[in-house]
């Protein structure tokens, strides 16, 4: 972690947000307060720590992907239209990321 460039290092806590999303709680409130990247670097085992966790708890149940753990693909089908769209402008996870932010918003829009 240490050898990446910040836009590298916000590009992965992407991955970390979306899971705190899902998994809710203290994980989510965390995120939350983070608000740069060397915010990331401070709280990075915990931030770690629990991505893992829950990752590692959704495919030991569903090793096959066939429920659950497709929570996992959240924000991917919008995010690779946008990688696309880019080409080399935006990494994958920059596009990931502008897809759970735009599916967040239709969820707000549609309550």
Not at 8 to 17: K, M, Q, R, S, T
Not at 25 to 47: C, Y
Not at 63 to 91: D, I, K
Request: some cysteine; glycine content about 10%; aromatic content about 6%.
């Amino acid at each position: 972690l240490l050898t990446l460039k910040s836009r590298c290092l916000v590009e992965g806590y992407g991955e970390i947000v979306k899971c705190a999303a899902l998994v809710g709680g203290d994980f989510w409130q965390l995120t939350g307060q983070i608000k740069s990247p060397q915010a990331i670097m401070r709280n990075a085992n915990v931030l770690i720590e629990a991505s893992v966790r829950f990752k590692a708890q959704i495919v030991a149940a569903d090793e096959t992907e066939t429920r659950r753990r497709q929570l996992l693909n959240l924000g991917h089908t919008l995010g690779h239209a946008v990688e696309q769209a880019a080409g080399v402008r935006l990494f994958h996870g920059e596009a990931v990321a502008i897809g759970l932010y735009q599916l967040s918003r239709l969820f707000e829009q549609k309550n």
